[in-house]
């Protein structure tokens, strides 16, 4: 990305301050962020950056070449039209807010270049997972760029359909709460067998966090890491056989499932809306 690329976040609440600090870790100064921000208490944080923040939108808007819509999804269509005068030719619009097809952003913005995105909470940390989906009028060098920024707080996929994105929603974007209800099990489980309860909490967030970083760095596929532990009749057997009766496999591809169709009922809901 180039040092004098502007930015400007348009909300700038949780999501938008883990991907602006991101961005100023990685290669930006807080002069190349616009924030536009009416609550006090969101603004100053991003004052205490060194970032310029706006409570109204004005004509630094127009001098920044990419927006970024971090924004509720119910209050998109009020945001859009109070910004949309500064909006310039070949602004490059990057919306974060949930459930809001390209379709919807085009005709309330009436401009074609587009790209929709679906992030996860770990971006908190830069460990972070984004879906995207950018509209085929988006020039290929602001593809690159998005992908640079949104990068800074993690791995990107990039999909050819829209639709994918629900899935991503499903997988990685409503994921993480799979993964904390799975820490959860753990660590009560650990104190019904007799272990404090910090004592339960640290082992079951370390083995969580290291076997995801196994899974990560090692050459080998996750299938063949479990039965690397997984000795005939022993311990972790019984454990995972359990699972199988249980079938676990299948109540988290149902659980998937309903969170993609409740995505896609959520884009519907919001298009009709519009």
Same mark, same amino acid.
């Given at each position: 990305?180039?040092?004098?690329?502007?930015?400007?976040?348009?909300?700038?609440?949780?999501?938008?301050?883990?991907?602006?600090?991101?961005?100023?870790?990685?290669?930006?100064?807080?002069?190349?962020?616009?924030?536009?921000?009416?609550?006090?208490?969101?603004?100053?944080?991003?004052?205490?950056?060194?970032?310029?923040?706006?409570?109204?939108?004005?004509?630094?808007?127009?001098?920044?070449?990419?927006?970024?819509?971090?924004?509720?999804?119910?209050?998109?269509?009020?945001?859009?039209?109070?910004?949309?005068?500064?909006?310039?030719?070949?602004?490059?619009?990057?919306?974060?807010?949930?459930?809001?097809?390209?379709?919807?952003?085009?005709?309330?913005?009436?401009?074609?270049?587009?790209?929709?995105?679906?992030?996860?909470?770990?971006? @908190?940390?830069?460990?972070?997972?984004? $879906?995207?989906y950018a509209t085929p009028a988006v020039k290929?060098?602001?593809?690159?760029?998005?992908?640079?920024?949104?990068?800074?707080?993690?791995?990107?996929?990039?999909?050819?359909?829209?639709?994918?994105?629900?899935?991503?929603?499903?997988?990685? $974007?409503?994921?993480?709460?799979?993964?904390?209800? @799975?820490?959860?099990?753990?660590?009560?489980?650990?104190?019904?067998? $007799?272990?404090?309860?910090?004592?339960?909490?640290?082992?079951?967030?370390?083995?969580?966090?290291?076997?995801?970083?196994?899974?990560?760095?090692?050459?080998?596929?996750?299938?063949?890491?479990?039965?690397?532990?997984?000795?005939?009749?022993?311990?972790?057997?019984?454990?995972?056989?359990?699972?199988?009766?249980?079938? @676990?496999?299948?109540?988290?591809?149902?659980?998937?499932?309903?969170?993609?169709?409740?995505?896609?009922?959520?884009?519907?809901?919001?298009?009709?809306?519009?």
């Open positions: 990305m180039s040092q004098t690329t502007k930015i400007a976040f348009i909300g700038g609440g949780n999501m938008a301050r883990a991907l602006g600090e991101g961005i100023l870790a990685s290669t930006s100064s807080p002069q190349s962020l616009v924030v536009l921000e009416r609550y006090e208490q969101a603004a100053q944080v991003w004052r205490d950056l060194g970032v310029d923040v706006l409570t109204t939108p004005n004509e630094q808007l127009s001098a920044c070449h990419v927006w970024i819509y971090a924004v509720k999804p119910q209050d998109m269509q009020q945001v859009v039209q109070v910004t949309k005068p500064y909006l310039q030719s070949d602004t490059l619009v990057i919306s974060i807010a949930a459930g809001l097809e390209v379709a919807t952003l085009e005709k309330w913005l009436n401009h074609p270049y587009i790209i929709r995105t679906m992030p996860n909470t770990p971006a @908190f940390v830069r460990k972070g997972c984004t $879906g995207l290929q060098s602001d593809v690159i760029l998005a992908k640079s920024l949104l990068q800074s707080v993690g791995i990107v996929t990039q999909v050819e359909q829209e639709a994918l994105l629900d899935a991503i929603t499903g997988l990685s $974007g409503s994921g993480p709460a799979y993964v904390f209800l @799975f820490i959860e099990a753990l660590i009560e489980g650990g104190i019904k067998l $007799g272990l404090a309860p910090e004592e339960a909490k640290a082992l079951a967030i370390q083995t969580v966090l290291g076997a995801a970083i196994l899974a990560d760095q090692s050459d080998v596929e996750p299938a063949q890491l479990r039965q690397n532990v997984t000795s005939k009749g022993g311990t972790t057997a019984a454990a995972l056989d359990y699972f199988k009766q249980q079938e @676990f496999e299948e109540i988290v591809a149902q659980a998937m499932q309903a969170a993609t169709l409740r995505a896609k009922e959520l884009s519907t809901q919001l298009s009709k809306a519009s």
